[in-house]
């Protein structure tokens, strides 16, 4: 049974940063895509950061530049750095697996199969 399990959120002051952490089980994420998601109060879910087996990454043009995706796959675990944070990322993050899409060509578009239960991330200006 895949299971997603994200920590690491809190409440950080503008221009602070944060380091959101994602651990899975039941499967392997060196051999999917994966991603980080957010949903900010009122707004529909947004795809933030995407990641796929070769560590190639794709990042929403918001946060490129401040957040790095990453994974260790030997820990099953990805990670999702954010620096340079201000009031516009408060959200829910979610991580998610898409473990259909061919994992050369992932997208933040695809249809992800599996999310955790999400990690409150709160920018104070």
């Known amino acids: 049974q895949v299971h997603l399990v994200e920590s690491g959120g809190g409440s950080v002051e503008a221009g602070g940063s944060l380091t959101l952490t994602c651990v899975g089980s039941g499967f392997a994420m060196s051999r999917n895509c994966m991603a980080w998601f957010r949903q900010a109060p009122g707004k529909e879910r947004e795809g933030v950061a995407v990641?796929?087996?070769?560590?190639?990454?794709k990042y929403v043009g918001s946060v490129k530049g401040r957040f790095t995706i990453s994974k260790d796959n030997a820990k099953n675990t990805m990670y999702l750095q954010m620096n340079s944070l201000g009031p516009e990322d408060t959200a829910v993050y979610y991580c998610?697996?898409?473990?259909?899409?061919?994992?050369?060509?992932?997208?933040?578009?695809?249809?992800?199969?599996?999310w955790g239960q999400g990690t409150q991330v709160t920018i104070s200006s």
């Open positions: 990641i796929d087996a070769y560590d190639s990454t």
């Open positions: 998610a697996a898409d473990r259909s899409s061919y994992v050369g060509m992932c997208s933040l578009a695809a249809k992800y199969s599996d």
